[in-house]
């Protein structure tokens, strides 16, 4: 992804509704390229609301996610897979794809959706 692009954290810590809606019509304001969408609560966010707003603004995103302390990857590398492999951390289905709101992407070039959080690397886009 090129550009210039800003962590939600920036104006939210949270992924609910009203974090999504002022990350993202903020990021749009300032003209950021794109989005990091931290994924605290993979298993709470709302990708058919996700997906809405970043269409309606035109911005691409990529997700991260944050491990909890007794599951560092630095640490140990053996609890983190664990923690991600477990069925209550998955996320529902995706609805949003790698390229939603990609000014040159219409809905027709939607991608399959991101993998579970154990197959993703630092950061994987919608």
């Not at 298993?43 to 309606?56: I, N, Q």
């Not at 027709?108 to 690397?121: D, L």
């Amino acid at each position: 992804m090129k550009g210039f692009g800003v962590h939600t954290s920036m104006w939210t810590m949270r992924w609910d509704h009203a974090g999504a809606e002022r990350s993202v019509a903020e990021a749009a304001r300032h003209k950021m390229d794109f989005l990091e969408i931290a994924l605290m609560n993979p298993t709470g966010v709302d990708t058919h609301h996700t997906r809405a707003l970043l269409e309606k603004n035109e911005m691409p995103a990529v997700c991260s996610l944050g491990l909890p302390e007794h599951a560092w990857a630095s640490v140990r590398p053996d609890a983190a897979i664990e923690y991600l492999r477990s069925p209550s951390t998955r996320p529902p289905k995706w609805a949003a794809s790698r390229s939603a709101a990609s000014p040159s992407a219409g809905s027709a070039n939607a991608r399959a959706a991101p993998p579970h959080p154990a197959n993703m690397t630092m950061s994987r886009g919608f």
